[in-house]
């Protein structure tokens, strides 16, 4: 419900009320347009009762006491011979009807019946205001001058004639609604409301506004002053009412239909109050009547029009609302960043990755994703508030609008991110953040931008701390064309079993056990290393494609090396596959291979005792025959709880413990306790990276059985 602002206290509201209605129904009843019917001068639009009816609708019970005073006192001042009781008469069976219908709807719909009056139970209340209230306004009269004695200046208003008289008394009270509404409600909006500038922005933005809306509200203007000078020919004004007609239906389907209302009130006024010769055409009570219907008629389609116009607007801002958010994160999306960036016209964008959480995807879905990114954009907002916005853009990143200093908010940004603990199913995950940002204007196309930031991202691995893209553009075309061409070349040389297979020996005190076999891609003529080629691998799911091809040209590779034992690499995403171990036992049967000949190293990954087709995968390859060895132990979180529920049969000690193993006591410590547990668990410990004899030494006394190390032999073409 709307509240008079501007105004302190009860009483001195109440008062500025009472006068300015006053003076509004004084000077309403005073322009009110009338014709001459049987020698009785009766109104054809009463302003008085608009306005009335639309300050009860704004104000609800407040204004029945200011009204009620207001309407008896002009009555009482502007009627010559009229005593106060007749006065008060007139005004009781005014606003009687419209007391009764706001208690009802208060009792009904509580205390804000009023709340939403154009878009909430619409019909009930505009029936109730706009024709019921005057058929018992109008029936008060009747009734009242038939009990009392009525003075002749009152006369018209409690006068009963005859049928058609009294439907033109009622139409009259009608039509003042459906009609003159829309423009009372924006002028008290304006009046007792202190957002006047957004009430008069409603009506007419100029930066929304084209040449075309600009002709129709001149062609309306136009129609205004024809009406305006029309009296003398009342045929020109029934010509010109065909044409108005369709104008502003025009109007509130194509432009403002707020603003075409409002014009809408003033046509038919102007019409009305200066056009007298045109209206004595019809002053028979019949005749009128039937004229005035067409007016209310039209009058409650094009207000019908308004109103269904005004709640397609609505949905449409709600759905473009919705386009702007994903439904996951509830985040704004790339169309909302997009949106951002074109208003600022330049700002700074964060790009933040996070890749490392593919596998727990691929297990979890995108649940996992989603999580952390609510995770992620709650914690920024709660330390930055609105200096960055978070926009989710689909994928395994955020993007961040920077405002204010770039640089060290960035860095604190990234600081927050390395110090955030987010726990997934009571694990927690070891995120891996990389954030590239660069500054952008209103011209540069933000979708290449963006991909120039995830470039960035990928080819700086290596670099932790946030990184500028400013000083760098001139060069990312260029290297993102290459990585595009690294891309093709590398799914073709899986595809074409490009693929060189290198081995290095792993030994124990006195023989060569078993070799460790190393791939290598052949693009144009030359190597490419795994460091190269594995990102592209991983990035792009490339993996079971390319575990399969090395493990396949491997078989076929052991029979040409009667007797060697391999251990192959297989990366935690081909184990995710289902099925993958029936192809690698269907290879090894293909090339009469021992299983017993095979090792397969899982290297260190967080999501692989989560995953069911994981678990199946490495348990039936066991039960096969195939051994199993766990990949750089001693790194990460996870590995005591994967040697406890994987079965492997060897442990293989990550190279950070024993490169340093000579004078490093922290890293001896470490290694004699994974002996230790290797042994209770009756595995064999593998140490990798031993570069010289001392090391190998050592590594052999505290438990190791074998070892393996540019010392021991460096990778060689296994096909030589």
């Known amino acids: 419900m709307m509240r008079l602002k501007g105004y ?6 109440l008062l500025a009320l009472t006068l300015i209605n006053m003076l509004a129904i004084y000077l309403l009843r005073a322009i009110s347009p009338t014709v001459s019917v ?3 001068q009766i109104y054809m639009l009463y302003l008085p009762y608009s306005w009335v009816i639309t300050q009860i609708i704004l104000l ?10 207001a309407y008896s006192a002009s009555s009482w001042i502007q009627y010559q011979d009229v005593k106060p009781f007749a006065a008060m008469l007139l005004s009781f069976c005014i606003l009687l009807p419209s007391a009764v219908a706001v208690l009802l709807l208060h009792w009904r719909l509580g205390r804000r019946w009023n709340a939403g009056f154009l878009r909430f139970n619409t019909i009930k209340r ?10 018992l306004s109008r029936g008060l009269m009747c009734l009242s001058g038939m009990i009392f004695p009525i003075p002749p200046a009152l006369a018209p208003y409690f006068y009963v004639k005859g049928v058609a008289f009294n439907l033109v008394s009622y139409q009259y009270l009608v039509l003042a609604l459906v009609v003159m509404n829309p423009f009372f409600y924006n002028l008290q909006r304006f009046l007792f409301s202190d957002g006047r500038r957004f009430s008069v922005k409603r009506l007419w933005n100029s930066e929304n506004h084209n040449q075309r809306d600009i002709r129709w ?3 309306c203007l136009a129609s205004i002053l024809l009406f305006w000078q029309a009296e003398v020919s009342g045929a020109f004004v029934g010509y010109l009412m065909p044409f108005v007609f369709l104008l502003f239906i025009y109007g509130v389907l194509h432009q403002n239909p707020r603003l075409t209302e409002i014009l809408w009130s003033i046509a038919i006024y102007v019409m009305m109050a200066s ?6 055409m019809y002053s028979d009570d019949s005749v009128l009547a039937c004229l005035m219907s067409m007016i209310i008629v039209f009058a409650i389609a094009l207000h019908y029009l308004a109103v269904n116009r005004r709640k397609y607007e609505q949905q449409m801002n709600q759905t473009q609302l919705y386009s702007r958010i994903d439904p996951l994160t509830r985040l704004p999306n790339m169309r909302a960043l997009e949106n951002s960036v074109a208003e600022t016209g330049g700002t700074c964008i964060c790009r933040i990755a996070f890749s490392n959480i593919a596998v727990f995807e691929k297990y979890y879905g995108t649940a996992v994703v989603t999580w952390v990114k609510g995770i992620l954009s709650q914690s920024i907002y709660e330390e930055f508030g609105c200096d960055i916005q978070v926009y989710d853009i689909t994928g395994n990143q955020l993007i961040c609008l920077v405002s204010g200093e770039h640089e060290p908010r960035i860095h604190e940004l990234y600081s927050l991110l390395s110090s955030l603990s987010i726990l997934w199913k009571g694990d927690k995950l070891d995120i891996d953040y990389r954030l590239s940002w660069g500054d952008i204007d209103g011209q540069t196309p933000l979708i290449p931008f963006v991909e120039r930031l995830a470039w960035f991202s990928e080819v700086n691995k290596v670099v932790k701390a946030p990184h500028c893209i400013n000083s760098s553009m001139r060069n990312l075309d260029d290297e993102m064309a290459q990585s595009i061409q690294m891309i093709k070349s590398v799914k073709a040389a899986i595809e074409n079993r490009d693929i060189e297979i290198y081995a290095q020996p792993i030994t124990s005190r006195e023989r060569v056990v078993y070799h460790e076999l190393l791939s290598r891609l052949r693009i144009g003529g030359q190597i490419i290393m795994p460091d190269v080629f594995l990102p592209v691998i991983r990035e792009f799911d490339y993996a079971c494609e390319f575990d399969s091809a090395v493990f396949e040209k491997s078989m076929s590779m052991l029979d040409d090396h009667v007797g060697d034992t391999v251990s192959i690499n297989i990366m935690p995403a081909t184990l995710f596959h289902e099925g993958v171990a029936g192809h690698f036992i269907d290879l090894m049967a293909r090339y009469g291979i021992s299983a017993e000949r095979v090792i397969l190293e899982i290297t260190e990954e967080q999501g692989i005792l989560s995953s069911e087709n994981a678990m199946n995968n490495i348990s039936r390859l066991v039960e096969h025959g195939v051994k199993i060895a766990i990949d750089d132990f001693g790194t990460g979180q996870s590995n005591y709880e994967r040697m406890r529920n994987i ?4 442990l293989k000690i990550d190279g950070v413990f ?3 193993i000579l004078i490093n006591k922290v890293d001896q410590m470490i290694v004699e306790s994974i002996c230790k547990i290797a042994r209770a668990r009756e595995m064999t410990v593998v140490a990798e990276y031993v570069e010289n004899e001392e090391q190998q030494r050592m590594l052999f006394e505290m438990g190791v059985d074998h070892c393996q190390g540019f010392y021991i032999g460096k990778p060689y073409n296994y096909s030589n």
């Open 60 to 69: 609800g019970e407040t204004a029945l006491l200011p009204l009620m005073v």
């Open 126 to 135: 505009v029936v109730l205001f706009c024709f019921i209230c005057p058929l």
């Open 658 to 660: 024993v490169k340093d």
């Open 647 to 650: 079965t492997a049969q060897i």
């Open 8 to 13: 302190s206290g009860t009483v001195p509201r």
């Open 38 to 40: 049987d020698g009785w």
């Open 217 to 219: 509200a001149a062609l």
């Open 275 to 280: 056009n007298q010769v045109f209206f004595s």
